[in-house]
């Protein structure tokens, strides 16, 4: 079965410094998303992309952050200049529209 | 807005035992119901989903739920719990407009002893 992939698995950086999160979606979907969880927490809504555009974002969107799909098959969360707070689990995840998204097993984000 | 209740934060349960976990949601119309499950480390993986008609839904590993628009709620049932289920489950509303956004509930951790 198609599965979305993340890459890396676990990031690591220091504070200020830019972030890329990479996500290959299923090759058939459409729609694109991240999502975050914070450690010990639920997982939220940051962002959904069609169309080569973003359709919505979440307040926790913010100008830091950015998405991309630089080609046919990749899918990026750019975070600019990132701050502790941005620590957590970013799960990328598609769908064809109407139908149940697939998750990635998302990139642990840790900010020193 | 839309939001989603899960009023129990962790759960265990005998193996061999039902399980039922608990769903609230909150939206202006009958939404898109989902239920995830995440294993440690792991990402999040479909159980089921509502979108329409039968208010019973058949998942994944022996899953069902129920669709109750008059509670608003989708609670997460199992007739006999294996040790393997033991996860973090997860109730998501779906915005029927636009992109389906999730909307998640805080989860449930199971756990299952022997």
Not at chain 1, 26 to 40: A, P
Not at chain 1, 61 to 70: I, L, Y
Request: proline content about 4%; aromatic content about 14%; overall charge negative.
């Amino acid at each position: 079965e198609p599965e979305v992939t993340q890459t890396p698995s676990h990031q690591v950086t220091q504070m200020g410094q830019e972030v890329i999160l990479r996500c290959v979606p299923i090759s058939n979907h459409l729609y694109f998303y991240w999502y975050r969880q914070i450690l010990g927490q639920k997982v939220e809504f940051l962002v959904s992309f069609y169309n080569n555009e973003i359709s919505e974002k979440s307040e926790i969107f913010d100008d830091q952050f950015s998405v991309e799909r630089p080609d046919g098959s990749n899918f990026t969360l750019k975070i600019r200049s990132t701050k502790l707070e941005d620590s957590a689990m970013y799960f990328c995840a598609s769908s064809k529209g109407n139908q149940p998204q697939h998750f990635g097993d998302g990139t642990r984000l840790s900010i020193l | 807005a839309q939001s989603v209740t899960q009023p129990d934060i962790h759960i265990t349960v005998s193996e061999g035992a039902s399980l039922e976990l608990r769903c609230n949601y909150s939206y202006g119309a009958t939404p898109y119901l989902f239920w995830y499950v995440q294993s440690p480390g792991q990402g999040l993986q479909l159980l089921l989903k509502y979108f329409s008609g039968d208010t019973l839904v058949q998942g994944i590993k022996g899953f069902e739920a129920e669709f109750k628009r008059s509670q608003s709620s989708f609670n997460l049932r199992k007739p006999s719990v294996h040790w393997s289920d033991a996860a973090e489950y997860f109730c998501a509303v779906g915005d029927r407009t636009g992109a389906n956004n999730l909307f998640f509930g805080t989860g449930t951790r199971l756990t299952v002893i022997p």
